[in-house]
Each structure stands twice: as structure tokens, then as C-alpha cells.
């Protein structure tokens, strides 16, 4: 009698070890579950407009850093840290909207070269028709006489610079004046190229305010011209 006892509390004893061990194992899977569903999706380029717009203008920066590397002038030190602080900016940004913070990617407008108008089309210099620097219009995307339409195709983000509404272009010296129109909204900003970029054209945060649609980073239908 005193065996059988014996046994059957021992028995007793495994199986409330055994029941114990399931029920932790099941709550270590049951809040394993509960944190992987609490933890935000970090969202790639592919995954979001805010975050492939981030990823170019990060991308085109860093395509000009490298420019720079390796052409250097008197400026380049100077050039270089300005857009590394740029690029630092971006990735607050991209951690703020949830993107994968350092992810780069190349705008298409880096590629193409500029495209005149054919000289039948070009209207006479009296016709020329001329708009402030920093002038957003809404309806602006009908081109003025002497504007030729460039980069065709582009798409157009922002450089993250700060200042008054300008642009930095690859393809245009200091000086001339840009007009970018957001087919989507129908927008557009007059400005200035006032430094170096990676691409055709960038607008600073202050421009690319004055033509972007809320929460978007990449202007998808875009009409850059050459007005001056």
C-alpha cells in the first residue's frame, strides 16, 4: 500500500510539472504573438509614396556627396557637410513615417538629359513672360511663351535644404529660373538654381511646399521648364 502511494504521488508531482510547463510555454508563445503584433511594420520605398520620396531625396544627396568626393574643389568640404547634415534630416524623417531609416534610392531624373523645344516652337522674346522666384500658382501648368519644357519624365522631391524657395540642379548653372508644375494638384513654383545637386532638379523645402501634396515626399507627374 504504502508502494502505490508512494507512486501515485510521484505521479501526482510530474503531472502538475508537466501541465505547469505547458501553460508557460503557452503564455511565452501567447506574448511572444502579442509583441510581434504591437511592433510597427517598418515600411521599405516599395511599401509607401512618403517612403520612396524620403529614399530619393537621401539617394540624391548622397549621389552628390560621392560627386563631389570625387571631383573636389575649394568648396567641396563645405558642399559635402551641408548635405550631410541634409541627409541626417531625411533620416529623422524616415524614422518618424515609419520608413527604413538610411534607405537610398536613385530618382529617375538623375539620368535624363535636358530636352530643348523645337526652335519651331519657340515663340518670340516680346511673347517672354516672366514669374517671381518662390511663386507657387495653382493652374500654373500651362507654359509660358518662351518656356521649354526639360527632363521629361522626371520625377521631382526635395533636397531637404532650408531657406527661401530655390532649386539645385546637375544639368543647369546658378542662375536660371525653373518652373515645376505637380500635375497632380496642378501647382507649380517659380525658383532659382542656386547650387549643385545630383539630379535635374531638387526643390528645397520651402518650394517643394508650395507644389506637394500632403504627407508625400515624391512628385510623381511633374513639368519642369526652363523659363530663364
Known amino acids: 500500500m504504502s508502494r502505490r502511494r508512494t507512486l ?3 505521479k501526482k508531482i510530474a503531472l502538475l510539472v508537466s501541465a505547469a510547463a505547458v501553460a508557460g510555454g503557452g503564455a511565452f508563445v501567447m506574448a511572444s504573438t502579442s509583441n510581434a503584433a504591437q511592433s510597427p511594420r517598418t515600411l521599405s520605398a516599395a511599401d509607401s509614396n512618403v517612403c520612396q520620396g524620403l529614399a530619393t531625396a537621401l539617394g540624391n544627396n548622397q549621389k552628390f556627396i560621392d560627386g563631389q568626393r570625387a571631383n573636389p574643389d575649394a568648396q567641396s568640404a563645405a558642399r559635402v557637410a ?3 547634415a541634409v ?3 531625411i533620416k529623422v524623417q524616415q524614422k518618424a513615417s515609419g520608413c527604413v531609416v538610411g534607405e537610398s ?3 529617375s531624373q538623375s539620368t535624363q538629359p535636358a530636352q530643348s523645344a523645337p526652335p519651331s516652337q519657340a515663340a518670340p522674346p516680346s511673347q517672354a513672360a516672366s514669374a517671381p522666384a518662390g511663386n507657387a500658382n495653382a ?3 500651362a507654359a509660358s511663351g518662351s518656356a521649354q519644357q526639360v527632363c521629361k519624365g522626371s520625377t521631382v522631391t526635395l533636397s531637404g ?3 527661401a524657395p530655390a532649386a539645385s540642379s546637375n544639368q543647369f548653372p546658378a542662375g536660371t529660373t525653373l518652373k515645376v508644375t ?3 494638384n496642378n501647382k507649380s513654383t517659380t525658383v532659382k538654381v542656386t547650387s549643385v545637386s545630383g539630379s535635374c ?3 528645397n523645402n520651402a518650394a517643394f511646399e508650395q507644389v506637394r501634396e500632403p504627407g508625400k515626399f515624391l512628385i510623381r507627374r511633374a513639368v519642369i521648364e526652363k523659363v530663364g
Open 8 to 10: 501515485g504521488t510521484k
Open 82 to 84: 551641408n548635405r550631410e
Open 87 to 89: 541627409i541626417a534630416q
Open 105 to 107: 534610392a536613385q530618382g
Open 139 to 141: 493652374g500654373g501648368a
Open 161 to 163: 535644404e532650408a531657406g
Open 182 to 184: 505637380n500635375l497632380d
Open 201 to 203: 532638379v531638387l526643390l
